[in-house]
DNA sequence: GGCTAAGATGTTGTTCAACAATCCTCAAGG
DNA sequence: CCTTGAGGATTGTTGAACAACATCTTAGCC
């Protein structure tokens, strides 16, 4: 009985948060926004949404089964809505869905990292090379995104760091101006996330790519672009050989 | 009644048919392939498989509402099954879904022509910037798209060459080697496939690009990636801006 | 007339129960 | 050791039912 109060779901910020400043508190909103309320979400999607956090958190650790009539009970959904919600976590590559045996926690390996990291370079490098003609707006996320990440490990909090290296990141890739991207890189990094779960203690893991996400910054802020160009394909290798040697090495 | 003879669909070649070549026909396979059949599709795919066909062959028009109960009956599946298949459908871009409403063909606008460019300029040109290192036969492929282009052309046939064009675009992403590309790619053009439908007689219209096609093709080829990636990107663009304005004058 | 409010209707959202189809385990048998 | 077959457990699919919501129609009122 998860799902019996409306106002039970604190959790936010995940997907499609699009935004780089905080709405103005709602203006001129009608009162009673019933009809055609675009942030009303169903019961399949709140439940992913729990699931999502699950998966993220490793309540839920790679290669588990997410057996329907267990999780039914659980949540106090019915198995019809609560395999709508695994479609949804299918689409994200967050779990797999195998024909007859079920859906199971992926657990993606060096392979996948690899492959991550391709689409991740064609993504944010179309992103720098379009920096220039970028509105104001999306270049200031990448600069605010890098002080946060130097804060954070100022203050010596890792997580903080790992998530706004990615948001970094994401926000380079936004320099597009363009939604599909933007959506592509979400689930990229989310399902990057997921991968890092199969790795020892990330402490100090980004701390060595922080002055270089700053390097890249100062170049994308001096419109030197090419430059920016070549330091973010060379970080983006050294991640990925890193993070799949690190796999290798712990997973033989 | 659609369903009850298994062996009913012959539709395929649809996504994910990520190989250059016939395969060998099968050389060491058990004849029984029960368990684990990696073929093997559940109702919801296949019935995701034929509303794909009907989409994409103009039956089903965008901006129509598929019914649940109607389509549920035409099909001979059941309410929740039919839903299933529209997530499927939903993940693809090809349908929306709106909470309350029911999901519609979606009819994509001028903006989304424009972002769909956006993120194919942003794929294609990481895989021409790979193209050095690509394997040969993914490399061939581009080759083949041109010539079945050029075939095509030559008979008059512009369907075919429509097909032909977008195959070739496909090749250009695949020389990244990234399974997660060549996805994208295939939903961004199924997606595409879709917007032309709300265009006057493409007749012809790929024609011009042809040649250019051809060129781009031959600067791969010659090791010239450079120019190569120059040509892509006018080349891109020129589409993107002939596309969109000829929506914007025909739907004002 | 034009506007608001209250039904009337049809659709989707969700649940429940049941059955068919498939996979997995494990023990019996060659 | 390998294969074969129950048996049990889980998923795949169905059908019906009810609640929740959107839309259309009608009635009432200024």
Redesign the pocket.
Known sequence: ML?NN?QGFSRGLHHFHHRTAPLPAQEHTPVTL????VM????????STVLRDRIEGGVLPPGT????????QD??????????A?RLLVHDNLVE???????FVRSPGPADVADIYRLRAALELAGVRAADEAPRALREAVTTAVAEAEWAADDGDWPAVATADLRFHRALAALSGSPRIDATMDRLLAELRLAFHAMPSPRGFHQPFLIRNRTIERFLADGRTDRAEAELTAYLDDARQLIVDTMLENRP
Chains 1, 2 share one sequence.
């Open positions: 799902f409306p019933s009809p055609g309320d009303a979400r169903s019961t399949a999607q709140r439940v089964q997410l057996s329907e009539e267990a999780l039914g949540l106090g959904v019915s198995r019809n809505t609560l395999r709508e695994f869905h195998q024909l007859n045996r079920g859906v």
